[in-house]
Every structure is written in C-alpha cells, then in structure tokens.
C-alpha cells in the first residue's frame, strides 16, 4: 500500500489530473479559480496502493481565513505519510517556487517528488522546454514530467513514475 499526495495551487489542475489518473469524474472540474479548494479530490484504493488525492488550500491566498481544519490536517497528514509526492504547476504561468506548496503538504523527511508541468498545451513545445529546464534547475524536484491532463498527455508517465516510488516496487503492476 503507498500513499500519493497532490499538490498545488488552486486552478493548477489537481482535479483535472486526478480525474484522468483515474479514469473517472471523482469531483467536479470548473472554469471558476479556487472553487476547488478545501476539498478532497478523491480517494482511491487498490490492492496495491492507496492514492489520495487533495487539494491544497491556503497557498496561494493568505487571506482566506475559513480554512476547514479538520481538512487541513487531512492535507498534512496525507502529505507526511505520502510515499511520494506530485506537485502541480501550470506551465502557462511564469515559473514560480515551490517552496510555499511543499511547506503547506507539511513534508517532514524527504519524499520523492514530482513536478506536474501541466497545461503544456497552452504553449508552444519550446516554451515548454523552457519551462521544464528552468524548473528542474530552480526547485529540488526529483523529476519534471510535462503533461496535458485536460488532453490526457503524459498520464502514463506520471503513473510510471509512482510506480517506482512505491513501496512495493513496480514489478506488480500490469
Ligand atoms: P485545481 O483547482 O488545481 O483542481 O484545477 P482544476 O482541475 O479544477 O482545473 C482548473 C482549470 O484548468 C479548469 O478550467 C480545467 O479545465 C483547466 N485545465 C486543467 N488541466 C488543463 C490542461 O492540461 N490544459 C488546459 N488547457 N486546461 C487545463
């Protein structure tokens, strides 16, 4: 059994990848930034592995005071206890730190983590090398795997990639 926490801002398209990881609605996507926030995204279990899928609230506005705490320590306890972690960002944007994400999943030992460069369809592929290169020279990501979750992009790689983080080794799955 391991454990996958998501991370990122909201709008970043934690949902939107979840949903694709999964192959299923597990929560309702929308147009409107931050309407996801304080939300589990979805729980989903296997014989092997457990996935647990949430949303980060609080990272990106400060003021948003009416934090759920019941879900924030949700949120902790699913990031402490991940066996690895995804950290999603739109590649649309400027190139941000991470540093505020990874404080918020509360990571106390060092977990493998994966930059999620999603929205790689709104830019053109070079700038998408751009993108890519300037974060794996500037956050202490493990790996970044550009993808397209509206399009299904890059899902298989994402998968690949958990799988070998978790802790009963890739050899059993399919
Ligand atoms: P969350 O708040 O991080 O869970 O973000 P959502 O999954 O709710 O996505 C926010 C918005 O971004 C929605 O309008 C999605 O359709 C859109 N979105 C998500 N992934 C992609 C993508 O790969 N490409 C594009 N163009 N839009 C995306």
């Not at 990848?17 to 609605?25: A, D, E, H």
């Not at 609230?57 to 306890?77: A, C, F, W, Y």
């Not at 053109?124 to 790996?143: H, I, N, S």
Request: overall charge neutral; some cysteine.
């Amino acid at each position: 059994e391991g454990y996958v926490a998501v991370l990122g801002k909201p709008n970043v398209g934690k949902s939107t990848l979840s949903n694709q990881m999964v192959g299923q609605k597990l929560s309702i996507v929308t147009d409107k930034p931050q309407t996801t926030r304080h939300r589990i995204l979805g729980i989903i279990s296997s014989e092997e592995y457990q996935m647990i899928l949430y949303d980060t609230p609080g990272v990106i506005e400060k003021k948003m005071h009416q934090l759920d705490t019941m879900m924030m320590k949700n949120v902790r306890s699913a990031a402490v206890n991940a066996d690895c972690v995804l950290i999603v960002v739109d590649a649309s944007k400027m190139p941000q730190k991470i540093d505020e994400v990874l404080e918020e999943g509360n990571l106390k030992e060092k977990v493998p983590t994966l930059l999620v460069l999603n929205k790689k369809d709104l830019i053109k592929p070079g700038e998408t090398a751009k993108r890519l290169e300037w974060y794996e020279k500037f956050t202490d990501v493990d790996e970044v795997i550009p993808v397209s979750a509206k399009f299904g992009h890059g899902i298989e790689d994402i998968k690949n990639w958990i799988l070998t983080k978790l802790p009963i080794g890739p050899a059993y799955y399919p």
